[in-house]
């Protein structure tokens, strides 16, 4: 196992800059994720860690080696991709045992080393089998199975989980996570979903147009989102933005109510602002009404209902129980606690409270 670091890490191509110097620690046997919208330099910066890719200038460090002018195969990671790269004409004991084709070890230490990659990934049944008799979620263990077989210092994880259906992108979740648990293994896995990163994830790394954003563990990036950016973008549905009006510990909306906000910093009076409220925080009926709607669509979950809310030609998002949900076209009164509002400045979007 090793550490991995990222310093002041740039990459052009050509003229177009992906990278604005990137500082970025992940400890020994921690698993990050990074994640953001297409374009925001998630993957370039794992295929420069991986050594696919060449920096414009910075340095990765693994462990305590620089390995900017290492090849892949001198730098002790194995990558999984998107794509499952397995060879269709193998067995599954081939493809997995293929990472180990140039290791200086007896042919029985190899099979031995085979057979223990497929207990732990639940394969030992299927190690005879060409990849045209696995399902997707087998091919990507296969692949997972091919990088663990060298037992690299650092797995690197590429969208893995992209060409699986729902249901198999959640058991291979819960796969990864467990398999980081059993082995310990550093893992840098790279994502555009952010459910998958909130429930992978010892830290999110939350990028957009090649700038980290906010590092956190998912309760931080969640509960204390750093700028309008990171609040919107993790949580689904997303985040509801109200604009106002700061005086004092409390904000005036649009709509004239006055509303409580804890801990609010570095606000001068009368400064406009942006209250956030997750769907989550935002309940219907309630003892500390805020807004006032009529529902216009109604979403049942199961033990919860999401109810969206026509207020001052807005929409905005709340719940409420499922199993008394209120009706379409229903009048309602949404409530939420100050503690669990968010405050942003309008201009920057940089957290203020």
């Known amino acids: 196992m090793a550490s991995v670091a990222l310093r002041k890490l740039v990459k052009f191509y050509g003229k177009t800059q992906v990278l604005h110097g990137i500082d970025l620690t992940v400890a020994d046997g921690e698993f990050i994720v990074l994640?953001?919208?297409?374009?925001?330099?998630?993957?370039?910066?794992?295929r420069i860690i991986s050594g696919l890719e060449g920096a414009t200038s910075g340095d990765v460090l693994i462990g305590d080696r620089i390995v900017n002018n290492l090849e892949p195969k001198e730098r002790?990671?194995?990558?999984?991709?998107?794509?499952?790269?397995?060879?269709?004409?193998?067995?599954v004991?081939?493809?997995?045992?293929?990472?180990?084709?140039?290791?200086?070890?007896?042919?029985?230490?190899?099979?031995?080393?085979?057979?223990?990659?497929a207990d732990i990934l639940g394969m030992t049944q299927l190690l005879d089998r060409k990849p045209d008799q696995l399902s997707g979620g087998q091919r990507q263990r296969?692949?997972?199975?091919?990088?663990?077989?060298?037992?690299?210092?650092?797995?690197?994880?590429?969208?893995?989980?992209?060409?699986?259906?729902?249901?198999?992108?959640?058991?291979?979740?819960?796969?990864?996570?467990?398999?980081?648990?059993?082995?310990?293994?550093?893992?840098?896995?790279?994502?555009?979903?952010?459910i998958e990163a909130m429930t992978m994830a010892d830290r999110i790394v939350i990028m957009k147009d090649?700038?980290?954003?906010?590092?956190?563990?998912?309760?931080?990036?969640?509960?204390?989102?750093?700028?309008?950016?990171?609040?919107q973008f993790i949580g689904?549905?997303?985040?509801?933005?109200?604009k106002g009006h700061a005086y004092n510990d409390r904000v005036r909306l649009d709509n004239n109510q006055l509303i409580a906000v804890a801990g609010i910093q570095n606000v001068v009076s009368d400064q406009t602002v942006l209250v956030g409220i997750r769907p989550s925080d935002l309940t219907?009926?309630?003892?500390?009404?805020?807004?006032?709607?009529?529902?216009?669509?109604l979403e049942p979950l199961g033990s919860e209902s999401l109810v969206y809310v026509s207020v001052n030609d807005s929409e905005v998002i709340a719940t409420a129980s499922g199993r008394s949900p209120p009706a379409v076209?229903?009048?309602?009164?949404?409530?939420?606690?100050?503690?669990?509002?968010?405050?942003?400045?309008?201009?920057?979007?940089?957290?203020?409270?």
């Open 210 to 231: 090649g700038h980290i954003q906010q590092i956190g563990t998912p309760q931080e990036v969640y509960h204390q989102p750093a700028n309008l950016f990171v609040a």
């Open 329 to 353: 076209g229903d009048k309602v009164s949404l409530s939420a606690i100050a503690e669990n509002l968010h405050l942003f400045d309008a201009d920057s979007g940089e957290r203020l409270s």
């Open 284 to 297: 219907v009926g309630g003892s500390s009404p805020m807004l006032e709607g009529t529902v216009s669509v």
């Open 93 to 117: 004991r081939k493809n997995i045992g293929f990472g180990l084709r140039t290791a200086k070890m007896s042919k029985v230490d190899k099979a031995t080393r085979v057979n223990e990659v």
């Open 35 to 46: 994640v953001g919208p297409s374009g925001c330099g998630k993957s370039t910066s794992l």
């Open 236 to 242: 689904a549905p997303a985040m509801n933005i109200f």
């Open 142 to 194: 296969v692949a997972i199975g091919r990088a663990m077989v060298r037992n690299p210092a650092v797995f690197l994880f590429d969208e893995p989980l992209s060409n699986l259906d729902a249901q198999l992108r959640t058991q291979m979740r819960l796969e990864i996570k467990k398999l980081h648990q059993r082995v310990g293994n550093t893992i840098i896995f790279v994502t555009h979903d952010q």
């Open 76 to 91: 002790d990671i194995a990558m999984v991709f998107q794509n499952y790269a397995i060879y269709p004409h193998m067995s």
